[in-house]
Every structure is written in C-alpha cells, then in structure tokens.
C-alpha cells in the first residue's frame, strides 16, 4: 500500500474519532482487503493521535476467544493499541457522551518487566511468560464508533485500533502469586446483575498463547513489545454495550476486581 493512500485512510479515521463521527467505509480507493494494509494504516494512525491520545502504552488483542470470534465473524486474533490517556484506575467514573456506543470486556491484563524485541524471535509461551512482570484485573473500553462493523471488514477496524477505547486496571498482582490462568474464572456484573462469564482457557487456551501471538506477530512486522508496556489478552466474555448510568464489575477468581461507572 503506497505511503500516500497509508496516511490518507489514516487521516480519515483520526479525524472520525476526534470528532465522534461514526466511521462508514473508507473511500474506494483507500479500502483494502489485506490486514497487513490495516496495520500499516495502524500505525500511522497511532502518530496522529499521539497529541491527544498521549503516550503508546501497549497493545489489546481482540478475537482471542471462541465468543468474541464467533460475535464479530473473525476467526484469529487482532491487535490494537493502547494510549497513555486511556488508562484509568479502578473505581473511576467515565462520561458515556465522550465514546459514540461504549462498551466493557473482561479481560486479564499484563504489564511487561522484560522487552520482547523482534530479535529475539520466534517466542513460545514459555518465554512471553517470563517476561511478565504484573498481572492486573481488567476492563477493555470499547467504542463501536461505527455506522455498521458488521460491513466495514477487519482490515478497517484493524485500522481503527479494533474497537479499542482505553481500559481501567484493578490492583496489580505480582507473577509469582497468580493463580492457574487457564482455570480462572471472571464474570461481568453490569448493575449487579451478571452479564457474563468465561475462564482463561476461553483466551486461546490460556492468555500466554495471546502474548506469544502478539510478540510474534509485532516481530513479523519489525515490531516489538518494550517494558513497561501494558497488554490486554483478550476478552472472557462477549462484550456488553452500555447506556449512561450504568455500573461495571468485573471478578477474576485469584486476580481480584475492578470497577467502573459511566454517568
């Protein structure tokens, strides 16, 4: 895909989500049905929104269970990234005004105490475990800022961050006191009702194959993972759309709790 049709489709999405546009289909000449095209289109966008959005601080990886592929008709993984600005702590409460249809995920997250740079590539789960520092409880924030998903194709909402809003994080837990991962148990309690329920194994089989999948993934590209960074691996519940008013709780057996209200 030529640089110039690149950062034209990323223009074009940028400036729908700072305006709270619902994105319809990109113009013809800037669609594509290539994923890799929507990564590249990604990336560029992760530039321009860098003033507003503030620092790149990790990754989400969508379409890592069963549920959520069968619920957007993707059969694999997708990556999108996550912005400092997004990034909020457990109890906070949001404006339902500033996302166009907010939406929540269950989801255990990961803060990286070692890099996984595309040198050192191919990763095994073993490996991206190592390199796992924390373990956070996890809601996704997610924005169906879009006319119709249902028509768009993944590479556009690649593009886009693949619904991607930000996230509120629960206490940290150190690596070395996590539970089995694969036999974790969430739920999604939406105004103390529960919205939804799924294990860690719903995530690929367990969250570290997500982790390994992005690591391989970004170092296809030339990509790597930095310390630091958070990742969400994916959701353990289909996603639950919300109104104003509502009240999020989301429980990870062993992991703790996490919560958040939208007036």
Not at 31 to 47: F, K, N, P, S, V
Not at 93 to 107: D, I, M, W
Not at 184 to 210: F, M, S, W, Y
Request: charged residues 20%.
């Amino acid at each position: 895909m030529e640089a110039d049709s690149v950062l034209a489709a990323a223009q074009a999405i940028a400036a729908a989500r700072r305006s709270r546009v619902p994105l319809g289909p990109l113009p013809v000449h800037l669609q594509r049905e290539d994923e890799a095209a929507g990564y590249d289109i990604q990336r560029q966008l992760h530039w321009l929104l860098a003033v507003q959005a503030g620092d790149f601080a990790g990754y989400k990886i969508g379409c890592t269970s069963k549920v959520m592929q069968d619920y957007l008709q993707i059969p694999h993984p997708c990556a999108g990234g996550i912005f400092a600005r997004g990034i909020h702590p457990s109890g906070v409460t949001l404006h339902a005004a500033e996302f166009v249809r907010v939406g929540v995920e269950c989801e255990i997250a990961v803060r990286l105490g070692q890099s996984l740079l595309p040198l050192d590539a191919p990763f095994t789960t073993e490996r991206v475990a190592e390199a796992i520092e924390d373990y956070h409880p996890a809601i996704e924030i997610v924005d169906d800022r879009y006319v119709q998903w249902e028509t768009l194709g993944a590479p556009t909402l690649i593009a886009d961050d693949f619904f991607a809003a930000g996230c509120v994080l629960g206490a940290a837990v150190k690596a070395d006191a996590v539970p089995d991962l694969a036999g974790l148990k969430g739920r999604a309690i939406i105004n103390g009702e529960v919205a939804g329920e799924g294990t860690g194994a719903d995530v690929l089989g367990h969250p570290h194959h997500a982790l390994a999948w992005l690591a391989n993934h970004l170092a296809a590209r030339g990509d790597g993972l930095e310390a630091g960074q958070l990742v969400l691996t994916g959701s353990l519940v289909k996603t639950v759309w919300l109104k104003e008013g509502d009240r999020v709780r989301m429980e990870l057996d062993g992991l703790g709790t996490v919560e958040v209200g939208f007036d």
